[in-house]
């Protein structure tokens, strides 16, 4: 497979965009970006996310609230790099 750099740029911009929108309390959306940045990944960079982003989502439909575990388990899933920083100021509220 020849990896296309546009899509998977694509891919990361999703994957943003699911933690933009856990932070700002819309778990559907959250789960629908990143079901479509594990669509557009090549290279299995976020082939956990749509899990660790359902849990989020279901803080949020029973709480209000995405919990310290579902943050801990997003930030797992997205691993080291730009998203880690992503994940930490959705945390804190600074999305």
């Given amino acids: 497979m020849t990896l296309d750099g546009q899509r998977q740029r694509r891919a ?4 943003e965009q699911s933690i933009q929108a856990l932070a700002a309390g ?3 959306r959250a789960a629908a970006a990143a079901d479509r ?3 557009l990944d090549q290279i299995g960079a976020f082939a956990g996310l749509p899990a660790a982003v359902g849990a989020a989502a279901a803080d949020l439909a029973e709480g209000g609230a995405v919990t310290a ?3 801990d388990g997003l930030t797992a899933a997205v691993g080291p790099g730009p998203l880690a ?3 930490a100021d959705a945390r804190e509220g600074g999305h």
């Fill in 12 to 15: 990361l911009t999703a994957a």
């Fill in 26 to 28: 819309q778990g559907d």
């Fill in 37 to 39: 940045a594990a669509d």
């Fill in 69 to 71: 575990e579902s943050w």
């Fill in 85 to 87: 920083a992503v994940v």
